[in-house]
């Protein structure tokens, strides 16, 4: 059972939320079951315990990895117990003629010697130095070190150096020593080696994904205009899983309304108890609240180095909820709404990033397009979002423009991706527009443009 | 539920191998499931495709077990009086108007409102009790005496509230009514809840349930349902059905032909006695396997090339 519960944390410590609930249930499982038969015990604990089709493939990898460990140390168990003839053979021979096997002093020594299996020693002395608690690969060494101290490595390293520097005069190149010795240091190689490797899987299991996470919350917090292309694959995942979550939260919002048609159904039956009066009364009318949202996105130079994100972003809104409207402008407004269902993203963004992207800025241009394209469609379910820095090198904002917008939707908001008190300087021009944003905030990392949407989808 | 015959349910091996007797082949991991659901009495969450036998899981296991299959199927805007119960409002009615001479002789003798309203009170909620209760689904399944297979067909069609109001009954097998308390289950049913995934289910309902995701089958499992499902088919002719959807579930589609696609399939050319598939026959018959015209023009030229691999 401790082997389920181990395995248990590494799922967990691989991201997977396995409650204290399901952990008793894959349990109960295991005992109705029994782990004897390595599919059924794979079925088995995927059926309690995995939940998510996301989650299915880290844990088939940690289950493979995991499992193979404990059959080997089950293995060794099962050698421990009942010593196998080879063993035996050994320990006679060792008790015969040659009697170097005595002379081993050590505990340590005696095992190896006698060519004992460690792996459950090893696993043992794992265990009570807290393997599990690895996270970096720097820290391999180090558990390699205090599990072979745990199994006695001291006082074997103080027996080999003790052989070769004992001051016995009388028979110093005694041959049976030196046999014993360099058996010892062999055997103390093969015992350094089998705990390295064990370390390593252990590593792989308890440490590859945390590590990944360390990596997605520091990704999460840091700023956009930071980031590394490198980092860009593992940022859409997160950028996609965001934007999910905000989907599967808010996407189906339903409202019981007190106008409409009434039921007649319903209000007869809640009136019944009172003979027929009609106390209260029923609605027809339930609404399904889904957002509309336009979504504008400036890509010129000024702002080149987080558009990518912001797009990536917009592309998998656009991708989880309906009724999205993307647009992008340097000069002209452009609308991707079609290019971003038509193309994968990768080559949506870089289509768009050449064509449009890196220009000089122009509001005024891009806003009366922006004018003649959507301004009909924007009605007071819409929800307007601008991605940009309103930096228009000196030009006339037509500020007039998205006054009409937040007049006409229900509510514009203004994401700059640059910080509070560099708005207005230079030739940013946000507060001109500020009036006729219901909110504008700097959206610099993840973490921002999460809370952000998720506060516009609360409320629509 | 009370099984009467255990040694039906004793092992997943026995399981797979009655189950394949009764016409449906499922891999050792469905096997698996329905074992522990029986066991641990905890339901089954089964995701997966449309069209690899999820409902039709159901409906083997009530037939295997002799229980009666209650099912309930879910839609944007079902809620408990369509789920759970609902009072029988016209009786209700027509009871008031047939005991409103009743009441005089009720209320004879007392003396001022008070005692009026305290004799009325001895009589009860006569009006909301168990013979005013139109029971639904949901409530069928708690109070069958032998205990039943309840299958919530498609939650991730329901809305977020009813999948919190499940909460209840999957957890402790029992719900509340308001005006009567709460109903707890004669015997635990087995329950099972499908979904398509179009929607992200909740934590806590996943929680509850053992989650058993059915992938598309692989050749050979495939293979085998073609051969119990479809009798008189030619074995080399199955095989290259079964090659044929296999290549096409690795093409890009909208929609991948499920197991339910290919038996109809191999149905339809069983019947127009087709020896052989060529590129006319499937040509002819491809819109039995693919719902999509965007599919169908996308496979349409590959025809060719896919039954050449074939040979």
Known sequence: ?460 | MIIKHQEKIASPEIIQSRYEALGYICSNSVATAIYLACHLQKPILIEGPPGVGKTELAKITAAYLNAPLIRMQCYEGLDESKALYEWKYGKQLLYTQVLKEQLGDVLRGAKGLDESITRLHEFGDIFYSQEFLEPRPLLQALQSEDGAVLLIDEIDKADQEFEAFLLELLSDYQVSIPEIGTVKAVSTPIVMLTSNNTRELGDALKRRCLHLYIPFPDAALESRILATQVEGLDAQLREQIVAIIGKLRDMPLKKSPAVSETIDWARALLLLNVAELDSHWVKETLNLLLKFQDDIELVEPEIAALLKSLR
């Open chain 1, 1 to 460: 059972m401790r082997f389920v519960a181990d395995f248990i944390g590494a799922l967990r410590e691989a991201g997977l939320p396995v409650s204290p609930a399901e952990s008793l249930d894959a349990l109960k499982a295991i005992q109705l079951l029994g782990l004897d038969s390595r599919e059924t015990c794979k079925n088995v604990l995927a059926l309690t315990l995995v939940k998510r089709q996301d989650d299915q493939e880290i844990y088939e990898e940690l289950f493979d990895l995991y499992f193979t460990g404990v059959e080997k140390a089950k293995e060794a168990d099962q050698g421990d117990s009942e010593p196998s003839e080879d063993l035996l053979a050994a320990q006679k021979d060792a008790g015969n003629g040659d009697d170097s096997a005595a002379n081993a002093s050590s505990a340590l020594g005696q095992a190896l010697i006698q060519k004992e299996d460690m792996s459950l020693a090893i696993a043992q002395a794992a265990v009570a130095e807290k393997l599990s608690t690895i996270v970096l690969f720097t820290q391999k060494n180090h558990f390699a070190y205090k599990i072979m101290q745990r199994l006695g490595d001291e006082a074997l390293s103080a027996e080999i150096h003790g052989v070769t520097n004992s001051p016995e005069p009388k028979n110093s190149p005694d041959p049976k020593q030196k046999k014993l010795q360099r058996e010892l240091i062999k055997s103390r190689a093969r015992l350094l080696d089998q705990v390295k490797d064990y370390v390593e899987q252990q590593h792989q299991i308890f440490a590859q994904h945390k590590g990944q996470k360390y990596r997605e919350d520091f990704l999460q917090q840091a700023k956009l205009s930071q980031l590394d292309r490198l980092d860009y694959k593992l940022m859409q995942t997160l950028v996609r899983r965001a934007a999910r979550k905000l989907a599967a939260q808010h996407s189906r919002r339903r409202l019981t309304r007190k106008r409409g048609q009434l039921d007649v159904r319903k209000t007869i039956a809640a009136n019944a108890a009172f003979d027929g009066a009609l106390f209260h009364t029923r609605w027809k009318a339930t609404r399904v609240e889904r957002p509309k949202v336009v979504a504008i996105c400036d890509v010129s130079g000024s702002v080149s180095r987080v558009a990518r994100f912001l797009l990536l972003f917009l592309y998998s809104l656009q991708d989880v909820m309906p009724k999205v409207r993307s647009f992008v402008f340097a000069s002209d407004m452009v609308e991707v709404t079609e290019l971003f269902k038509q193309q994968e993203i990768e080559l949506a963004l870089e289509e768009i990033m050449k064509r449009w992207g890196g220009l000089s800025t122009d509001y005024a241009k891009a806003l009366s397009g922006f004018q003649s394209q959507a301004l009909a469609s924007i009605d007071k379910k819409t929800t307007v979002i601008m991605l940009g820095d309103a930096r228009n090198n000196q030009g006339d904002g037509r500020v007039d423009i998205w006054e009409q917008v937040f007049r006409k939707s229900k509510r514009v908001l203004w994401l700059n991706p640059e910080q509070r008190n560099s708005w207005d300087s230079g030739d940013s021009i946000m507060s001109e527009y500020l009036p006729w944003c219901s909110s504008a905030e700097p959206c610099r990392n993840l973490k921002d443009i999460e809370r952000i949407f998720s506060r516009i989808l609360k409320y629509s």
